[in-house]
């Protein structure tokens, strides 16, 4: 519960900074369409995004070679796209969560009735379409594509690490 009120505060003071759209220059900036998306995100998602980067910066870089890392970080910066015109903001965001904590299958329902439900429900398969669209390579969109999915451990190292910095943040 005290992640979930730290998230919130965050997402209501959110600030994006000139060193991160220099990271965010660094992984996207060569391609146009991808960083035109990323700006696309509200603040507060941008900062979110921009969080998990770090993350993986901080605490797993070392464990991956040159190309590993520009994959993953592409994926970290893009792994929301989906959240794009769905009605998520920092309330209805928490209200989507509360839905869930309570009861998840009858949150699950609201989906269809609800654009910021399905946002938060679906947006890992919207944002993997998007990338699509934009033919980003395959595995970005796999890693964006499962973000969220409790595959068990037999999933790939970089999805591992990508869970792990967004679960931190």
Do not use: W
Not at 34 to 56: G, M, S, W
Not at 78 to 103: E, R
Not at 137 to 160: A, C, K, P, T
């Amino acid at each position: 519960m005290t992640q979930r009120i730290t998230q919130f505060i965050k997402s209501i003071t959110a600030r994006i900074t000139k060193e991160d759209y220099e990271l965010m220059n660094k992984y996207l900036g060569d391609q146009k369409r991808l960083k035109e998306l990323f700006l696309l995100l509200p603040v507060f998602e941008q900062r979110h995004c921009i969080d998990v980067a770090q993350t993986i910066q901080k605490q797993f870089s070392e464990q991956l070679n040159e190309e590993q890392k520009h994959t993953i970080m592409q994926a970290a910066l893009l792994h929301d796209l989906g959240k794009l015109n769905m009605g998520l903001n920092p309330v209805t965001k928490s209200v989507a969560v509360i839905f869930d904590k309570i009861n998840r299958q009858s949150a699950m329902r609201l989906t269809g009735k609800m654009k910021f439900m399905n946002g938060y429900y679906n947006h890992p398969e919207i944002g993997a379409e998007i990338l699509k669209q934009c033919n980003v390579q395959e595995e970005i969109i796999y890693l964006v594509r499962h973000h969220h999915q409790d595959q068990g451990s037999n999933y790939n190292n970089l999805l591992n690490i990508l869970m792990e910095a967004d679960e931190l943040n």
